[in-house]
């Protein structure tokens, strides 16, 4: 089992999945990174010809305050992973993270784009509900992911992502 930690969350994958905290690769953070600023999603996962990108956002701490909107980022941040990944298939140095790359881009059934998003459940004046998961999912599925996934998935632990192997606690 392959467990992945992103701040107060506990991402676990059954065995049959590689799964890999994509922006802590070597290869992402030395070498691709500084190429031309680019973004990362969190995790990339392989499993049964699917691949999942998953861009993890937990607001329930603290507010959103960057100025663009999320359905923007999280395209550039998909667009600049597939990037990424196509560059470390050739050229990272590590092996594990070079294999990952190649089995994530040789995927044979399509890609997922997973925004696993976590909002306070009691939103209040101070912290209303920042974002509208079915606002934003539309946005999500027009011209944002659509040549990447077209449907893409928005969850939390509570609701998880349908057809997804890991749980998150």
């Known amino acids: ?81 597939l990037a990424g990944l196509a560059a470390a298939a050739k050229n990272a140095n590590d092996g594990s993270e070079k294999e990952l790359a190649k089995k994530a881009l040789a995927v044979n059934r399509r890609w997922r784009v997973v925004l696993h998003l976590e909002q306070p459940s009691k939103p209040s004046r101070l912290r209303p509900k920042p974002i509208d998961p079915a606002s934003l999912l539309q946005k999500l599925r027009g011209k944002n992911l659509k040549a990447v996934d077209a449907h893409p998935v928005i969850c939390d632990r509570n609701t998880p992502a349908r057809g997804a192997p890991w749980t998150v606690e």
Not at 17 to 35: G, H, M, N
Request: charged share 30%.
């Open 1 to 81: 089992m392959t467990t992945i930690v992103e701040g107060s969350l506990t991402f676990r994958f059954p065995d049959n999945c590689l799964a890999s905290k994509y922006d802590d690769w070597t290869f992402y953070q030395k070498q691709f990174q500084s190429v031309a600023n680019s973004q990362a999603v969190d995790i990339v996962c392989v499993e049964k010809g699917v691949c999942w990108l998953v861009e993890i956002k937990d607001y329930r701490k603290h507010p959103r305050t960057k100025t663009i909107d999320i359905d923007q980022e999280l395209a550039v941040k998909v667009r600049d992973t």
